[in-house]
Structure formats: C-alpha cells, structure tokens
C-alpha cells in the first residue's frame, strides 16, 4: 500500500522559515514525480512545487526564488523548505506523488497524503 505522510506544520512570523517532510512507503521512491500542493481555506488546492524521478523541478510562480524542493530518496523523505513566508502561503500542504515524470508544478498526482497545517501571521 503507498503511503505519504507529512510532517513540520506549524505557526511562523511572515517573513519567517519552515521545512516540510513527506515520508512514503509502498513503492520505488525515486522512480516518481512527486509534488507538494496546498489549500487555503476557501480555495482550491494549488501546485507549488514538484521533483520528478531524474531531480527535475518545477515550481509555481508564487513560490519561486523562497521555496525549494528535495528528495533523499535513500530515507524516501520528499522536503520543502519554505523562506520568506507570506500569509498568503498558509494553508493546509499536501504531500503528493505522480508517475515517472513531472509535466510541471502540478504533476499530473495520483496519491495524496494526510497533509500538515502551516499558519502565516502578518
């Protein structure tokens, strides 16, 4: 069964740092895109960045230049270290995974994690 769990949600400061993890089982790690996506309350889920199996990365306009995505693929732990929050970058985050390749910020995904909350206060 595949499995993505995520971790390091929490409150920061705009202007401020988070790292998000994304721990998965259930498959061969790096063989596949995989992407964090988020959902403000109210909005629609959004891509923001994503790593395909070759360490291609892609990112949303709205994160580029602050966020950075990574993978060590030997503890199959998906990152996304977050600088420069702004509030309009709380929301619930997604951990997601596609297939071999990423077509950009948004995958295409199939599985999703529980996600993990991150609040931005101005």
């Known amino acids: 069964e595949v499995q993505l769990v995520e971790s390091g949600g929490g409150s920061v400061q705009a202007g401020g740092s988070l790292r998000l993890s994304c721990t998965a089982s259930g498959y061969t790690y790096s063989a596949y895109c995989q992407a964090w996506f988020r959902q403000a309350p109210g909005k629609e889920r959004e891509g923001v960045a994503a790593i395909d199996g070759d360490g291609k990365t892609f990112y949303s306009d709205s994160v580029k230049g602050r966020f950075t995505i990574s993978k060590d693929s030997a503890k199959k732990t998906l990152h996304l270290q977050m600088n420069n929050l702004k509030p309009d970058d709380a929301g619930t985050y997604y951990c997601?995974?596609?297939?071999?390749?990423?077509?950009?910020?948004?995958?295409?995904?199939?599985?999703w994690g529980q996600g993990t909350q991150v609040t931005v206060s101005s």
């Open positions: 997601a995974r596609g297939f071999r390749y990423c077509e950009s910020h948004e995958g295409p995904v199939s599985v």
